[in-house]
């Protein structure tokens, strides 16, 4: 990259936002499917312009519902990775509180206020990881392949799917290819892996690798899917490996967990939230896995509409690892979501 006195980036950031309740609250419903969250999907950049661009894609508590961008609050801060001091660099509504909203520190321009504005993501690449570990039973299965199957009709020809199924190997039963292929839906309801453990990261990482080479891609947006009903016990790959590869691709993990509804700790979601969160990703847990088909469309869909916000970051490439963070609020509901600008 270009080393200039003031480097500019342009960073695409295309994140999934939800609305409900707390992020990680276990849905006891099942009509009310739990999407509360706000999600990274792309982080792109650009070493000759000021300009920040990031691109979201909204629902709200209704499935598939659409958000009025003027209903929407954005703000951005970002850091230095390893410190504390967090720079305000974008806020789309100032006033809305008696903050002010001062010049970011490391130079002097002003933090962006610029209005929220709505757009489409050319194509979607997404690679399903489906759990088939011995834990998953009839019914489980059954709803996880109708949910992957909804979520590969609802894309469109511009887009790509790739099914990767675990136990305890890991195998691409259906290579990244065009939505519409036959190949898709055979290997969603006749995979060559079933019983056994589950190696969770192991297929996410398969997953984040393949999808790496098109993130660079304009208007396009990438996404590992994982549905499972547990923790992973038998991958090679660590939590931290698998974070690492998912946030230096630019490729956020998003993860639909089935939950027991007599004993909701049994899924050990620590690890798999931390995971989505860590990645940009989103992590929804549900105690029916009739609502899988349900979150699974949702948040793939998001991926598709895109609300587009500008800043300017106040970093340049010798300050090291950038760390940003969006704040999102709807109707008076707030998320969060962390992630890492990678140093080329």
């Not at 990482?205 to 891609?217: K, N, S």
């Amino acid at each position: 990259m270009m080393n200039i006195v003031r480097r500019s980036a342009m960073v695409l950031v295309a994140m999934m936002v939800a609305w409900g309740c707390s992020e990680d609250a276990l849905d006891t419903n099942p009509d009310t499917p739990d999407l509360a969250g706000v999600a990274i999907t792309q982080i792109e950049e650009s070493d000759d312009s000021g300009a920040v661009t990031l691109s979201l894609s909204i629902t709200d508590t209704v499935v598939n519902a659409e958000v009025d961008p003027s209903a929407m609050r954005v703000r951005v801060w970002e850091s230095i990775v390893g410190t504390d001091d967090e720079e305000l660099v974008y806020d789309s509504k100032p006033s809305e509180t008696a903050e002010v909203a001062a010049a970011p520190l490391k130079k002097d321009t002003a933090v962006s206020t610029t209005e929220v504005s709505k757009s489409s993501s050319d194509s979607v690449d997404i690679a399903i990881v489906l759990d088939r570990s011995g834990s998953i039973n009839p019914s489980e299965e059954h709803e996880m392949e109708q949910a992957a199957i909804a979520v590969v009709n609802s894309l469109r020809n511009s887009d790509h799917v790739e099914i990767i199924n675990v136990a305890t190997t890991v195998v691409v039963d259906a290579s990244l290819r065009g939505s519409n292929s036959s190949e898709i839906t055979r290997a969603i309801t006749n995979p060559s892996v079933s019983a056994g453990w589950s190696r969770i990261f192991d297929g996410a990482l398969q997953g984040v690798a393949h999808l790496g080479d098109t993130t660079q891609r304009k208007n396009h947006a990438n996404i590992v899917l994982v549905m499972t009903d547990g923790e992973d016990n038998r991958s090679s790959a660590s939590m931290e490996s698998l974070i690492s590869g998912a946030v230096r691709l630019s490729v956020p993990i998003f993860i639909v967990a089935i939950a027991d509804s007599s004993d909701p700790t049994d899924l050990h979601s620590t690890e798999l939230s931390t995971v989505a969160n860590s990645t940009g990703g989103r992590f929804v847990q549900t105690a029916s896995e009739l609502n899988l088909t349900s979150i699974a469309s949702s948040l793939t869909q998001s991926a598709v509409s895109r609300y587009e916000v500008t800043y300017e970051t106040p970093y340049e490439e010798s300050d090291g690892e950038r760390a940003i963070t969006v704040e999102v609020t709807v109707n008076d509901k707030t998320t969060t979501t962390k992630s890492k600008v990678a140093k080329r």
